[in-house]
């Protein structure tokens, strides 16, 4: 709603700063702290939007989250029908599976938004990354990920929510 974000990431320094346009909130912090400012964070949310959350993200930062002994503040899980809580754009794309799954790239090129893979990085790219210690390059991809599963998301509710 206000094109603003923030990115949680880890990184060998402590890093705080925003995007050019303001619009983007950098933080660096190791896990465990990543952690807890998420569930801080999100607890002031009303709906949150991923995009295969429910198949990997959401497990894993609850996973995550008990490893490290951080509470979580809210169930990421909650009803996979009602998407008010939790709008997971690839079961809202596939109709919760009644249809072929694809990726996000493939999302973003069938509604003419950009990929964050557009700039030469994908996800499958993030782990060597990580080891190479660009950190600010895993940072920024992530930004482009969020800016598309906005827009998805914005295109999935004009023309797809009933």
Same mark, same amino acid.
């Given at each position: 709603d206000t094109n603003k974000g923030?990115?949680?990431?880890?990184?060998?320094?402590?890093?705080?700063?925003? *995007?050019?346009?303001?619009?983007?909130?950098?933080? *660096?912090?190791?896990?465990k702290e990543i952690l807890t400012e998420f569930w801080?964070?999100?607890?002031?949310? %009303?709906?949150?939007?991923?995009? %295969?959350?429910?198949g990997f993200?959401?497990?894993?930062?609850?996973?995550? *989250?008990?490893?490290? @002994?951080? @509470?979580?503040?809210?169930?990421?899980?909650?009803?996979?029908?009602?998407? *008010?809580l939790h709008c997971d754009l690839?079961? @809202?794309?596939?109709f919760y599976g009644a249809i072929r799954k694809f990726n996000l790239d493939f999302y973003c090129r069938v509604f003419g938004v950009d990929s964050p893979k557009a700039q030469g990085v994908s996800g499958g790219d993030v782990a060597r990354l990580f080891e190479e210690k660009r950190y600010k390059e895993i940072a920024d991809y992530c930004v482009r990920d969020l800016k598309a599963t906005s827009e998805l998301f914005r295109a999935w509710e004009t023309y797809l929510k009933v």
């Open positions: 923030k990115i949680l990431f880890q990184a060998d320094q402590k890093l705080d700063y925003y *995007s050019p346009d303001d619009s983007i909130h950098f933080v *660096s912090a190791g896990e801080k964070d999100i607890a002031y949310y %009303n709906q949150f939007v991923t995009f %295969n959350g429910r993200d959401c497990p894993f930062l609850m996973f995550r *989250s008990a490893v490290l @002994q951080v @509470q979580p503040t809210r169930n990421l899980l909650p009803n996979r029908y009602e998407p *008010s690839l079961e @809202q794309f596939t």
